[in-house]
């Protein structure tokens, strides 16, 4: 297996859908200039969704356009979130080429989330994803709620792999398995991945989006990595939460994810003080503290013993 690992970047999109405040344009803009600079490739940088279901991305149409100017954006990749042909429509008007469909592995969810069964939400997709692949797009189909539901409790490894297979039949390049309330432990991670290579999926194919809402998601990322899954989300500042999924805290931090891939040898190629300072500018941005543990420790110089980039 290789020894690089995808970190796929979800601040300005999860990060900042959950928020009381909702930043204006301009600050969204910088704050994808930081995670670039800090290196990221892969960016979650809005959603084409209803701005009533999420006011705080509502700016996506204004947003998108931006990205091409942004320094450092060059090669980079900036996936939206699209629920259905209107936020498609809109997505190639501003002129996304990347774009996320989700879905759940249990209805309740969904139901509530995009207003649709699960079996509903494919049927949606399916012409998404035909005008996506017309156009090239990279493309990732979210199966949340795939460690546990907030409405119906356990969550079988079996029905996340199901919806995941049919995403992929839909043509997704990638499936992405949430821990969207973060109730998943790292020997639920060993069994699902498992259990989807044995249904023939890729392990290059899959990744994993770990909110840390009980302080389990680095060790999840572990048991990723153990099982050969080299793609895990983020967000720098450890924001975000999911309005339709009630318990739902932060994403893992980016910060304190480089600081775990760095200091046990996985190679990246994000720099910490460079996330640091990307996760800093969002909590200001928010008017919170940066309460990640990396960004209240700061990194560890191996060579000194001191502590590096304290916050
Ligand atoms: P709906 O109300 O069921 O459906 O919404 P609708 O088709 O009747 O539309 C209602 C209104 O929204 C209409 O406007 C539509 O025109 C408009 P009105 O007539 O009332 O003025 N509308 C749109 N406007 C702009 N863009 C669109 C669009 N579609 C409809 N694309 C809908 C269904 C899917 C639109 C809605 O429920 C929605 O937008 N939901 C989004 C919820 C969301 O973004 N949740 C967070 C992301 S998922 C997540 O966080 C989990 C994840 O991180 C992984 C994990 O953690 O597990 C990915
Ligand atoms: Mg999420």
């Not at 960016?43 to 091409?68: G, M, N």
């Not at 460690?147 to 199901?162: H, L, M, Q, S």
Request: hydrophobic share 45%; glycine share 10%; with cysteine.
């Amino acid at each position: 297996m290789s020894d690089l690992v995808r970190i796929y970047e979800v601040g300005p999109r999860d990060g900042l859908q959950n928020e009381a405040v909702a930043l204006p344009t301009d600050a969204k803009v910088r704050y994808i200039e930081l995670l670039l600079a800090a290196g990221l490739r892969e960016i979650e940088a809005t959603s084409f969704v209803s701005p009533k279901a999420i006011p705080q991305l509502a700016d996506a149409d204004a947003l998108v356009p931006r990205l091409s100017e942004v320094p450092g954006s060059a090669g980079a990749r900036f996936p939206v979130l699209v629920p259905n042909l209107r936020g498609m429509e809109r997505a190639e008007a501003a002129g996304a080429q990347a774009l996320a469909v989700f879905t759940a592995a249990t209805d309740a969810f969904t139901e509530r989330n995009i207003g649709m069964t699960v079996a509903a939400s494919l049927d949606a997709f399916a012409p998404v994803l035909r005008r996506a692949t017309e156009l090239g797009w990279w493309r990732r189909g979210y199966v949340s709620t795939a460690f546990g539901c907030p409405y119906t409790g356990a969550v079988a490894a079996e029905r996340a792999v199901d919806v995941a297979l049919r995403l992929l039949d839909l043509g997704v390049d990638e499936v992405c398995f949430g821990d969207t309330i973060g109730v998943g432990v790292p020997s639920q991670v060993a069994v699902l991945t498992g259990t989807a290579v044995a249904a023939g999926i890729p392990l290059d194919r899959i990744a994993f989006h770990f909110h840390d809402t009980r302080g389990t998601a680095l060790a999840n990322v572990s048991a990723g990595l153990d099982a050969g899954v080299r793609c895990f989300d983020s967000a720098a500042g450890g924001t975000g939460g999911c309005p339709y999924a009630p318990g739902a805290a932060g994403n893992l931090a980016t910060e304190d994810l480089v600081y775990f891939l760095d200091a046990s040898g996985w190679e990246h190629g994000v720099d910490l003080d460079r996330v640091l300072e990307a996760a800093r500018f969002a909590a200001a941005a928010l008017g919170k503290p940066l309460t990640t543990k990396v960004g209240q420790a700061g990194g560890w110089d191996a060579s000194t013993g001191a502590p590096t980039s304290r916050a």
